[in-house]
């Protein structure tokens, strides 16, 4: 049986965890010397995808 194609873009950026699928904060690899310590301090963390695009996420990696 051949191995199932991962949309390989979707697999670096989403992590799949007990409560759904982690994603990095936007907006945090660009002209970063003009950013206030704060603003880069608050994108630094991660946060959870909404159930609306859980299906969408799943096609693209896979999971079942």
Known sequence: MPKAK???GAA???KKTAGGYKRK???KSHI????????????R???MIHD???VLIDR?????
């Open 6 to 8: 991962v949309h390989s």
């Open 12 to 14: 670096k950026r989403f």
């Open 25 to 27: 904060s936007a907006h």
């Open 32 to 43: 970063l010397t003009k950013m206030t310590t704060k603003r880069k301090r608050q994108l």
């Open 45 to 47: 963390g991660t946060s």
């Open 52 to 54: 609306n695009d859980k």
């Open 60 to 64: 693209m990696l896979r999971a079942r």
